[in-house]
């Protein structure tokens, strides 16, 4: 138990650092360019991985439309928004943002699954909605002047809860690899055109440091950090599982005062305690309600 709750914990952390390691990529390669190449490594991580463990299997006709919505709108835009809105998007805001995604999740479910919206997540979504605002505002409440980054980084928030319901949907009759892995293809696949159409100026780093940095956090954010929190969430309990979740802007914002030098403000931590505390709020399931659900 305690070493799945270490793997658990290293996971959270290699994903809170993904907005630090974006925002120093975005430096040296630019985003549609990084967008195709990160994705490039992803799937030859993938196929390899497919390959291994002989998990190579065709997709029905049926789920083709499905896996390409999913590749297009969840990889693609999600990875291309990222990278965009990490330009001028500070990455512990982004990664504030990024954690309300359950919540709109839960609200995209019951409006297209028809699964139940509770009072719960509405109290929750609003108290997140107060920290997002503490946290874009800058502690400054009579004016809102909302960063462009920050604006893109909302949009690979919907993405993110877009691939959350169509992974779900898809689960049924689909295995998790096979659905990333085909998933992912077709985001690189879209993606190559756009490397070249949407950059301008195209930005491409020459120092094999930067491509050894690409290509190392691709693997073990998008690969190896997937593959143990999937198999570690087994041994431990979900809903703990979920709160250690939500401290990767914390993580973030830690990250980004070592690597970037970007001093923690008072503001953050509240914005974060509120986000955090709406999500976790919206989310959490009695015991009671757990054994309410049907297996």
């Given at each position: 138990?305690?070493?799945?709750?270490?793997?658990?914990?290293?996971?959270?952390?290699?994903?809170?650092?993904?907005?630090?390691?974006?925002?120093?990529?975005?430096?040296?390669?630019?985003?549609?360019?990084?967008?195709?190449?990160?994705?490039?490594?992803?799937?030859?991580?993938?196929?390899?991985?497919?390959?291994?463990?002989?998990?190579?299997?065709?997709?029905?006709?049926?789920?083709?439309?499905?896996?390409?919505?999913?590749?297009?709108?969840?990889?693609?835009?999600?990875?291309?928004?990222?990278?965009?809105?990490?330009?001028?998007?500070?990455?512990?805001?982004?990664?504030?943002?990024?954690?309300?995604?359950?919540?709109?999740?839960?609200?995209?479910?019951?409006?297209?699954?028809?699964?139940?919206?509770?009072?719960?997540?509405?109290?929750?979504?609003?108290?997140?909605?107060?920290?997002?605002y503490f946290v874009v505002t800058k502690g400054d409440l009579s004016s809102l002047n909302i960063d462009k980054g920050i604006i893109w980084i909302v949009v690979t928030m919907i993405t993110f809860a877009f691939m959350i319901l169509m992974?779900?949907?898809?689960?049924?009759?689909?295995?998790?690899?096979?659905?990333?892995?085909?998933?992912?293809?077709?985001?690189?696949?879209?993606?190559?055109?756009?490397?070249?159409?949407?950059?301008?100026?195209?930005?491409?780093?020459?120092?094999?440091?930067?491509?050894?940095?690409?290509?190392?956090?691709?693997?073990?954010?998008?690969?190896?950090?997937?593959?143990?929190?999937?198999?570690?969430?087994?041994?431990?309990?979900?809903?703990?599982?979920?709160?250690?979740?939500?401290?990767?802007?914390?993580?973030?914002?830690?990250?980004?005062?070592?690597?970037?030098?970007?001093?923690?403000?008072?503001?953050?931590?509240?914005?974060?305690?509120?986000?955090?505390?709406?999500?976790?709020?919206?989310?959490?399931?009695?015991?009671?309600?757990?054994?309410?659900?049907?297996?």
């Amino acid at each position: 138990m305690l070493k799945a709750y270490a793997w658990l914990t290293f996971c959270v952390i290699v994903w809170g650092s993904n907005f630090v390691f974006g925002k120093i990529l975005v430096q040296y390669f630019s985003p549609s360019l990084l967008t195709s190449l990160r994705l490039l490594f992803i799937v030859l991580f993938l196929v390899g991985l497919a390959i291994y463990k002989k998990h190579l299997k065709a997709l029905h006709k049926k789920d083709i439309v499905a896996i390409s919505a999913l590749g297009i709108i969840s990889v693609f835009i999600n990875q291309w928004s990222f990278f965009f809105g990490l330009q001028t998007a500070d990455p512990t805001t982004s990664a504030l943002i990024l954690a309300t995604t359950p919540i709109l999740a839960g609200v995209l479910a019951a409006i297209f699954l028809k699964e139940k919206l509770t009072i719960r997540t509405l109290i929750g979504s609003f108290i997140a909605i107060i920290g997002i605002y503490f946290v874009v505002t800058k502690g400054d409440l009579s004016s809102l002047n909302i960063d462009k980054g920050i604006i893109w980084i909302v949009v690979t928030m919907i993405t993110f809860a877009f691939m959350i319901l169509m992974t779900k949907v898809l689960s049924n009759r689909i295995d998790p690899l096979t659905i990333t892995l085909y998933s992912n293809i077709v985001g690189f696949i879209v993606s190559i055109p756009f490397a070249f159409l949407l950059d301008n100026p195209l930005r491409i780093s020459g120092d094999i440091s930067d491509w050894a940095f690409l290509i190392g956090t691709a693997v073990v954010v998008h690969g190896i950090a997937t593959l143990l929190w999937n198999y570690n969430i087994r041994y431990v309990d979900a809903s703990k599982a979920s709160i250690l979740s939500n401290l990767e802007p914390f993580v973030a914002m830690i990250m980004g005062l070592l690597l970037l030098f970007k001093p923690i403000t008072g503001i953050e931590i509240v914005g974060s305690i509120f986000i955090v505390s709406g999500v976790i709020f919206s989310t959490y399931q009695s015991k009671e309600q757990k054994r309410k659900r049907p297996v």
